[in-house]
C-alpha cells in the first residue's frame, strides 16, 4: 500500500498527546503565577512574570514550526484507502499500514477536559500487534470518517 495524493488526517503518537497536555499544564501554571505576581506585586515584577511567558511564548512557537514541518513533508498522517489505511511517520515516510480485511475491531477512547483533548484508536489486526492511531482535539475529522471507512468495509466497534 502506499500513501495516496491526499493529505490524509493529521495523527500524533502518545508523546504528542503527553507534550499536550503538559503544555496546558504549563500555560495553566504559567497564568496562575502571573497572576499571583499581579497580586503579591513583588519588586521586579515585570522581569518575574516576563521569563516564564517568555518560556511559553517560545514553546507555542516550536509547536507551530513542528506542525508546519510536518506538514511540509506530509509526515504525522493517517490515509484513509479504499484497500486498508496507511500511516506516516514524521519525515513522511510510511511507518505502518493496514489492509481493511486483516483488521479484527476498533476500540476508541476519547478524552475531552481541560489539559487533555484527544480520541485514541486501537486497530486490532490479524496476526500482529494492534495499530494505534491518537487524533487531537474535541472532534478531529478523523474520527468521523474513520468510523464511516469502518462500518463501510464491515468492521465492528
Not at 498527546?17 to 499581579?38: E, M, N, P, S, Y
Not at 493496514?98 to 481541560?114: A, E, F, H, P, Y
Request: with cysteine; glycine share 14%.
Amino acid at each position: 500500500m502506499t500513501a495516496g495524493p491526499s493529505g490524509g488526517y493529521p495523527v500524533a503518537g502518545t508523546a504528542g498527546a503527553l507534550a499536550q497536555a503538559g503544555l496546558r499544564l504549563l500555560t495553566l501554571l504559567i497564568a496562575v503565577f502571573v497572576g499571583a505576581l499581579i497580586w503579591i506585586r513583588p519588586g521586579n515584577a515585570l522581569l518575574k512574570g516576563a521569563v516564564p511567558v517568555a518560556v511559553l511564548l517560545l514553546l507555542y512557537g516550536l509547536r507551530r514550526a513542528w506542525r508546519a514541518f510536518l506538514a511540509r513533508r506530509g509526515g504525522g498522517r493517517c490515509h484513509l484507502r479504499p484497500d486498508g489505511l496507511v500511516v506516516t511517520g514524521p519525515s513522511g515516510r510510511i511507518r505502518d499500514g493496514v489492509s481493511w480485511q486483516n483488521v479484527t475491531g476498533i476500540k476508541r477512547m476519547s478524552s475531552v477536559d481541560l489539559l487533555m483533548c484527544f480520541h485514541r484508536f486501537e486497530i486490532g489486526r490479524r496476526g500482529t500487534s494492534p495499530l494505534v492511531l491518537v487524533a487531537l482535539g474535541t472532534r478531529p475529522a478523523l474520527v468521523a470518517a474513520l468510523e464511516a471507512e469502518a462500518a463501510r468495509n464491515g468492521i465492528q466497534r
